[in-house]
């Protein structure tokens, strides 16, 4: 360290390259350099104009190797200003082997976060340098000449990792990059190939409309498509991955050909590429994993080719490591989350791959690690079981007997909100009515964990306990009813639905509120007495009112029928404010089916009610089948509800099931005169 | 019985079928070339790979001057000399030996063999505290591997009556030497291993195959490489010859 001040250059050359060759593959030398303060000391060196480039070769290396050691040294070198220094030397006219250096020490920056966006102002700078040299590659003869290809190779990778925005996308792509990109693919040098294809992906990814560009993309007769396509079938584990990727990317077009291509090629690439040894599989399961997001089709083609049975296999081949000593248990830890991860993705919506996956004992696997003591491990699993039990029949039949309730039930109350977050998630889909589990869970005290989890922070837990809430209060006895109105309290549902701008927790409040009211009188009871009628009513006119979400007018006026329909008292309060009236009536023809759909059992409901007969007139007895004569026919026909029905029927366009309700509904305005 | 059922169900192919036949199968000479180069390159022989060039008028696709720097990494780590192995691999290119965590600890490994070779017990202990534990405890997969080293300084320096001699034989550093030697292969964009040798397994293999459904001239010495005629002999040789009857009636 002190001969890096020395006056000589040969002894500060001499000692950069002794601290080089410490430093290189060792974490602790790194460190111990670190702690004496080198990152400045090197600035200082690189900062002046006259240090000779030699010695800048051998700084501008040990640059490269500090940016290796993590975060904190990146971050100190960001803010030392090296990265100034290390942009002007990979300036066209550059020394070429500190150019290579330069590129090097930036390629081993970048994927750390605080250099991500703190590069931001020396983009525009950097993209034509990186451009000006990728081109090299163009110029370049037929021979394979080691600089020429390790820069350009590295100036590729420069690029990619400069992609983590939208706007550096289309920055980098309007450069007429990919031509020059395309051109290396078919060059067919290994290292060059695996970087074009890195930027190339880097380049696409997420971004539609550079996706779009790279469909038009053709080379001498063939199309982008084609080329990756070929590429993603090499035998080089490394360049069949790369284009994995590219293609999994474009994916997200929904194009019809290629999404046959990837469940041709591309899926059982990857298969093959999980099963070469010593190959680093995490990212091929996390490519898995996004290529099967949301695509039912490509869903079924993974679980064909075996992907399932393999990621299966994968977590058994870490448990049984899992007490061994010499194993690297922190990748572990990162695969099988990346298992859980896309075993989720691929059973989420293709009922035959949750039947697959629980059929190869992947319940067994969730269970056991719910008790992981890593979170990210505990939120994947969840994630992963949260899928698979979306099926009634799995919840039927291998859930009961899985034992996942008692740990998922920790899990509500665990101290990561990731945790807490997927585990509520998942909950939900063990509440519904056909749930075995349900009844377990209130045995297991789950309203009070549920009334404590709606008074969390977090909107997402609260939103999940919610939904529980909702989906606990369908079929059920008044036993259980009472309690859970007991103890997560009407108020708070009242709260939470009348929330400004929180569509996502008020949906599921209002849903809540709205199976309370459901199939007995008691919840309607219990919400009148808690709210008083104003305070329903005032609520009622506030989410079927015209602007309001559709989905919080779909919840409000079911609410809305749900008390109209069991309790002619009550439905008298819903009747008697005009407001609220006329806002129900005139969603009768509102172009979404769903809204209007719910307007129409609102008017049904309404409707049914009948005049008490006279002696029951006398004694004031509620009947709902008094007399014939509809209630309330006065007040709907004074809004000319007949006739509008009666429109809506001459409508070709008018949805079967829309008309349905209609006729039925219309069959209360036509009842006297047949 | 069985055996001569199973030998008589055989293809009979003489040598001059097989040649004729072989002869049909058109291989281009600049094939055979590319070959040739592609091992003389990847084994890392620059004076042979550049005089076969000149010779066969074979261009390489690899700038031959890259071979050198490769070749002399190789012969350092064959010769023990770890250091300057490493100090050269870093000039080379530093990020090899800072993203391969195993072969970094494979080659600070070799330097702790040639230190207890050395009979310098003091100064491996030493090395293996301040370089190979910390990387140790760092990557625990590569433990097993460094308590194996260590246990070598439990017994001579001459390694004679060491159950880990085979860590002080010439052969791991061979092993050191090609692991390093794939990958700046690899960081060059070139195969790891040379296709001939794969060729020569590909052409054992499918003699194998061959030799359960015919009698063939095969190829039994692959440095020789000559053709070998397998064939049984004439049916009445290998009648006396099977029952020894024939010479008792002579």
Redesign the interface.
């Known amino acids: 360290m002190r001969s890096l001040q020395s006056p000589d250059p040969v002894q500060v050359y001499s000692a950069l390259?002794t601290i080089?060759?410490a430093i290189?593959?060792?974490?602790?030398k790194k460190s111990l350099y670190f702690k004496l303060q080198i990152i400045p000391t090197i600035a200082a060196l690189l900062a002046m104009e006259d240090t000779d480039v030699q010695i800048r070769i051998q700084a501008t290396?040990v640059i490269?190797?500090l940016a290796?050691k993590g975060e904190e040294a990146t971050k100190q070198l960001l803010d030392s200003g090296v990265v100034d220094a290390l942009i002007n030397q990979i300036a066209p006219g550059a020394d070429h082997v500190l150019m290579e250096?330069s590129e090097?020490a930036l390629n081993?920056l970048l994927p750390h976060e605080s250099i991500k966006l703190g590069i931001e102002k020396h983009v525009g700078l950097m993209v034509p340098y990186l451009l000006s040299i990728i081109s090299e590659a163009k110029d370049a003869s037929?021979?394979?000449?080691?600089r020429t290809?390790?820069r350009v190779e590295l100036a590729m990778l420069v690029l990619s990792k400069l992609c983590v925005t939208e706007a550096r996308q289309y920055t980098i792509a309007n450069t007429g990059v990919i031509d020059v990109l395309m051109s290396i693919l078919l060059r067919g040098?290994?290292?060059?190939q695996i970087a074009a294809l890195k930027a190339l992906s880097a380049l696409s990814y997420e971004n539609m409309e550079i996706c779009g560009a790279l469909f038009l993309v053709n080379v001498k007769g063939r199309a982008y498509t084609d080329i990756v396509l070929d590429l993603a079938r090499s035998l080089e584990p490394d360049i069949s991955l790369q284009a994995c990727l590219c293609i999994s990317y474009l994916s997200r077009m929904r194009t019809g050909d290629l999404l046959k291509e990837i469940q041709a090629v591309v899926v059982p690439a990857l298969v093959k590429l999980l099963k070469v040894p010593g190959f680093d599989t995490l990212l091929v399961v996390n490519s898995l994993g996004y290529l099967c997001h949301e695509d039912a089709d490509i869903q079924s083609a993974a679980k064909n080719a075996g992907v399932i049975a393999e990621l299966i296999k994968m977590l058994s081949v870490i448990e049984s490591q899992e007490n061994a000593?010499?194993?690297?248990?922190e990748h572990n830890v990162r695969v099988v989350k990346g298992v859980f991860l896309a075993l989720g993705t691929i059973v989420s919506t293709n009922e035959e791959c949750r039947r697959k996956a629980v059929e190869d004992k992947a319940l067994e696997y969730l269970v056991r690690a719910m008790g992981h003591p890593d979170n990210g491990v505990k939120a994947a699993a969840c994630l992963c079981t949260r899928y698979i039990i979306r099926s009634v029949s799995i919840c039927r039949t291998n859930v009961p007997e899985s034992g996942i309730l008692a740990p998922l039930m920790a899990l509500l109350q665990d101290s990561d909100a990731d945790v807490q977050v997927t585990a509520s998630a998942t909950l939900v889909n063990l509440l519904t009515d056909f749930s075995p589990l349900r009844a377990d869970a209130l045995k297991k005290g789950l309203v009070d964990i549920l009334a404590r989890l709606l008074e969390s922070q977090n909107n997402m837990v609260c939103r999940n306990a919610l939904w529980s809430v909702r989906n606990l209060l369908v079929s059920i006895d008044d036993d259980t009813r009472r309690e859970i109105i007991e103890k997560i309290r009407i108020e708070k549902l009242f709260a939470i639905s009348s929330l400004p701008h929180q569509t996502f927790l008020q949906e599921h409040a209002l849903g809540a509120l709205r199976n309370v009211v459901a199939d007995s009188l008691i919840g309607i009871q219990a919400v009148f007495d808690a709210m008083g009628s104003a305070r329903v009513i005032e609520l009622l006119r506030q989410v079927v009112r015209a602007d309001a979400d559709m989905v919080i007018k779909v919840h409000g006026l079911y609410l809305a029928n749900n008390i109209a329909v069991r309790s002619q008292e009550h439905c008298e309060s819903i009747v008697c404010d005009e407001e609220l009236l006329q806002a129900i009536v005139s969603h009768i023809t509102s172009a979404s089916s769903e809204v209007a759909i719910a307007a129409l059992w609102c008017i049904d409901s309404i409707a049914s009610h009948r005049m008490p007969a006279q002696s029951q007139r006398e004694s004031d007895i509620e009947s709902v089948d008094g007399s014939d004569s509809c209630r309330y026919m006065d007040k709907l026909g004074g809004l000319g509800i007949q006739a509008t029905l009666e429109r809506m029927l001459d409508e070709p366009n008018l949805s079967l099931e829309v008309r349905d309700r209609v006729r039925s509904c219309l069959d209360y305005f036509l009842a006297p005169e047949t | 019985m069985t055996m001569s059922t199973s030998s008589s169900s055989k293809q009979n192919i003489s040598l001059e079928e097989w040649e004729s036949k072989m002869a049909e199968v058109p291989i281009a000479k600049s094939d055979l070339n590319q070959l040739i180069m592609n091992y003389l390159i990847i084994e890392g022989y620059k004076d042979a790979a550049e005089k076969f060039s000149e010779e066969s008028g074979q261009h390489s696709s690899v700038d031959l001057g890259s071979i050198e720097e490769r070749m002399q990494i190789r012969f350092a780590v064959q010769n023990g000399d770890i250091k300057t192995a490493i100090e050269r691999v870093n000039d080379l290119n530093p990020d090899i030996l800072d993203t391969d965590p195993r072969l970094y600890f494979h080659l600070q490994q070799q330097h702790l063999i040639e230190l207890i070779r050395q009979g310098n017990a003091e100064e491996a202990l030493e090395f293996a505290q301040e370089e190979l534990a910390p990387h140790g405890e760092e990557h625990p997969e590569l433990l097993r591997e460094l308590e194996k080293t260590m246990a070598l300084l439990a017994f001579d320096a001459a390694g004679t009556r060491s159950p880990l001699a085979e860590l002080l034989d010439f052969a791991h550093r061979q092993k050191t030497a090609n692991e390093l030697n794939a990958a700046l292969l690899a960081a060059h964009s070139q195969p790891r291993e040379p296709k001939l040798p794969a060729l020569l397994q590909l052409l054992a293999w499918t003699q194998e195959q061959l030799d359960e459904k015919a009698n063939y001239p095969r190829i039994t010495n692959i440095v020789s490489a000559v053709l070998e005629d397998q064939r049984p002999p004439p049916k009445d040789a290998a009648g006396a010859a099977a029952t020894g009857g024939g010479t008792q009636r002579a």
């Open positions: 390259r080089k060759n290189i593959g060792s974490t602790t290396t490269s190797s290796h250096a090097r081993a037929r021979v394979y000449e080691m290809h390790a040098y290994p290292r060059l000593d010499f194993v690297d248990q």
